[in-house]
């Protein structure tokens, strides 16, 4: 059974850092697509960062720039690394697996995702 852990969450203050991880078991990293996935109080779950096994990356347009997705297959994890936080980057943060590509008209769509961690919180204070 795939299971998804994400930890590394925290309270910072805006234009500092964090670095998520996403520990992932239950499954060998061939074919997949996986992302991280954010929802604030209130409002709908987000796609902010995508990877694909080529390595392939796409971004949501309100963290271009300031967050870096990547993964270390012999780790088995995922990372989120996000840099000049924001207030509005206040949010759960999850993570998300397809063991199938990404396909780009659907990887940005929660309900593509089967397998999802418990998600971690990232607090952002001006």
């Known amino acids: 059974q795939v299971q998804l852990v994400e930890s590394g969450g925290d309270s910072v203050q805006a234009g500092g850092s964090l670095r998520l991880s996403c520990v992932t078991a239950?499954?060998?990293?061939?074919?997949?697509?996986m992302g991280w996935f954010r929802q604030a109080p209130g409002k709908e779950r987000e796609g902010v960062a995508f990877?694909?096994?080529?390595?392939?990356?796409s971004y949501a347009d309100s963290v271009k720039g300031r967050f870096t997705i990547s993964r270390d297959n012999a780790k088995n994890t995922l990372y989120l690394q996000m840099n000049s936080l924001k207030p509005e980057d206040t949010a759960m943060y999850y993570c998300?697996?397809?063991?199938?590509?990404?396909?780009?008209?659907?990887?940005?769509?929660?309900?593509?995702?089967?397998?999802w961690g418990q998600g971690t919180q990232v607090t952002v204070s001006s």
């Open positions: 998300a697996a397809r063991l199938a590509d990404c396909v780009s008209g659907s990887l940005m769509r929660p309900i593509w995702y089967p397998y």
């Open positions: 239950g499954y060998t990293y061939r074919r997949y697509c």
């Open positions: 990877i694909d096994s080529n390595g392939s990356t």
